[in-house]
């Protein structure tokens, strides 16, 4: 199947009337479905700009709308899942799906292969990106639009990482050379985490230069390039002509492929702090999948400073949270799971018995009745010190890059949310649904 690409970007200014209603009268998804039912399908435009507008104003993430026989359904992914919020007839539809090509620089006359665009929400005084996708389906095309709000660009602390972690981060964002690697699915908030650490690494005395595909924030003070393959500028040759620039912090977007995991291993062992993410599970699979690359593990160790990975998990509400004294069941996989906790750790969580509190989530209507509102990461990471580096040098087991990191105090992904469960942030419920059940 053919991809068809257009870089044109068109622009909605919403009104500030339009925006102050929602302000006022979108707070939930109950008051966003009635607020599109008031709008009249011949005014297309403000029937967009309402989805738009309260989609932002939900902090949703994306926005699907997708066509069956008789309607199509408009989904928003909130807190990292999908909800449903309303449905249209297909003559609504096909004027929207019209409109959002218009703006996205798509062809009209095309509906029988994926087309990817964007184009600018103006909200006041923010600029929205919003990336565009469509795809033909069964009943029709099938629309993803994705909203790259500046908002949700927070500082390193307000990640949700530990306070020793931070602490160790902040360290090694101040060195001049080598490379921080964040690991993680699609969807775990690699990039808000890539976009904090580069924004720690400003300041005058440092030129910073990143290559991305595609560039999802624009940040001042930071020259920026984006990918464009189609030109021969992918992340290896870009990589290449950045290393011409003299910078002292590069960002590479994602090592896809050998010769960027070369380059930029290069950029880490001649003078660069690198920042980089990368498809594994966890951080210990940062190593054997950068040798199942071809990199040479000889390399590796000396060029990694750090190697990080995260998963998003959604918080309790804050305004219907309850807390409930810990099963026996629960009770028994805290304990098993935090066994190997660290001493420096341990002290300062509460006491795990049989009183134990914990939190539960119930559902109101600031929650749209899930029990959750807003997200934090949970994290693991390993440093490479000497011994690392030499462990690195002689194994590309997993397991037993794991287990030698945990050996050096690594806190897993699955111990770093059971601590959140005892700092009453989530519920375990929570935790076993974004790591599994062990």
Same mark, same amino acid.
């Given at each position: 199947m053919t991809e068809v690409s257009k870089k044109i970007t068109g622009s909605v200014e919403?009104?500030?009337?339009?925006?102050?209603?929602?302000?006022?009268?979108?707070?939930?998804?109950?008051?966003?479905?009635?607020?599109?039912?008031r709008f009249s399908a011949e005014n297309i435009t403000d029937v967009l700009d309402i989805i738009l507008i309260g989609a932002i104003n939900l902090s949703a993430s994306d926005i699907h709308i997708e066509p069956s026989k008789n309607e199509a359904l408009l989904r928003a992914r909130i807190d990292g899942m999908l909800q449903d919020i309303t449905s249209f #007839?297909?003559?609504?539809?096909? +004027?929207?799906?019209? %409109?959002?090509?218009?703006?996205?620089? !798509?062809?009209l006359n095309i509906n029988d292969r994926p087309q990817d665009g964007r184009f600018s929400v103006s909200a006041q005084q923010d600029l929205i990106e919003?990336?565009?996708?469509?795809?033909?389906?069964?009943?029709?095309?099938?629309?993803?639009?994705?909203?790259?709000?500046p908002k949700n660009l927070i500082t390193l602390e307000a990640l949700g990482l530990r306070e020793d972690l931070l602490k160790a981060i902040n360290k090694e964002l101040t060195k001049p050379d080598g490379m921080i690697i964040i690991t993680g699915p699609t969807g775990s908030g690699k990039t808000t985490t890539l976009y904090s650490f580069l924004t720690k690494t400003k300041n005058p005395e440092n030129k910073i230069?990143?290559?991305?595909?595609?560039?999802?924030?624009?940040?001042?003070?930071?020259?920026?390039?984006?990918?464009?393959?189609?030109?021969?500028? #992918?992340?290896?040759?870009?990589? +290449?002509?950045?290393? %011409?620039?003299?910078?002292?912090?590069? !960002?590479?977007?994602?090592?896809?492929?050998?010769?960027t995991a070369q380059i930029a291993i290069q950029a880490a062992l001649t003078g660069h702090l690198v920042l980089t993410t990368l498809h594994t599970n966890d951080a210990a699979g940062t190593i054997a999948r950068l040798i199942s690359l071809g990199a040479k593990s000889a390399n590796i160790g000396p060029a990694i400073n750090l190697a990080i990975a995260q998963r998003l998990i959604r918080k309790v509400c804050p305004q219907c949270f309850k807390m409930k004294t810990v099963s026996d069941q629960d009770l028994e996989k805290i304990k098993k799971g935090l066994k190997n906790l660290p001493e420096a750790i341990k002290k300062k969580l509460p006491s795990i018995t049989k009183s134990l509190q914990i939190p539960q989530s119930i559902g109101c209507h600031d929650c749209n009745s899930t029990g959750f509102r807003g997200r934090i990461g949970i994290f693991e990471a390993f440093f490479v010190n000497d011994k690392m580096e030499k462990f690195i040098s002689t194994s590309n087991s997993i397991a037993l890059l794991k287990e030698e990191a945990i050996k050096q105090g690594m806190i897993t992904?699955?111990?770093?949310?059971?601590?959140?469960?005892?700092?009453?942030?989530?519920?375990?419920?929570e935790i076993d649904r974004v790591m599994g059940e062990e």
């Open positions: 919403i009104s500030s009337e339009i925006i102050q209603e929602a302000k006022k009268e979108i707070q939930n998804i109950s008051q966003f479905k009635e607020k599109i039912s #007839d297909l003559i609504v539809f096909q +004027k929207v799906l019209s %409109r959002i090509k218009l703006l996205s620089g !798509l062809k919003i990336r565009s996708s469509t795809l033909p389906a069964e009943y029709g095309e099938s629309i993803v639009l994705r909203i790259l709000n230069i990143t290559i991305e595909d595609p560039i999802e924030y624009h940040l001042s003070g930071i020259s920026q390039t984006q990918t464009h393959p189609e030109k021969g500028y #992918d992340f290896a040759s870009g990589l +290449k002509s950045i290393m %011409r620039q003299d910078p002292d912090v590069i !960002l590479v977007g994602e090592i896809r492929d050998l010769e992904l699955r111990q770093d949310g059971l601590i959140k469960v005892l700092e009453k942030i989530t519920t375990i419920e």
